[in-house]
């Protein structure tokens, strides 16, 4: 299955417990669409936040987000992983 990065650009500050929030969020709504949210990283005082995710699709990875919490990405990129 394809991975992809997808960036947030929320455009403040963020706290990483909120995102952490996200997050679970995110892993309770994925079984439906066949999504895997791996891991994800914050950059808390530039306001951006990185998702790795295993999805059949950009969209699906998206919906997920769209249906967990709102917070959609600014970019998806499919990526392949390296050493």
């Not at 299955?1 to 929030?21: E, R, S």
């Not at 530039?46 to 998702?51: D, E, P, Q």
């Not at 059949?56 to 998806?76: K, N, W």
């Amino acid at each position: 299955m394809p991975l992809y990065m997808d960036v947030h650009d929320v455009g403040a500050a963020i706290d990483a417990n909120d995102i952490a929030k996200a997050h679970l969020a995110d892993l309770r709504a994925q079984g439906a669409y066949d999504v895997r949210y791996l891991r994800y990283w914050v950059s808390a005082e530039r306001g951006k936040v990185f998702c790795l995710v295993e999805a059949p699709s950009a969209r699906a990875a998206e919906t997920v987000h769209r249906e967990a919490h709102g917070l959609t990405a600014d970019a998806i990129f499919q990526v392949q992983e390296g050493s």
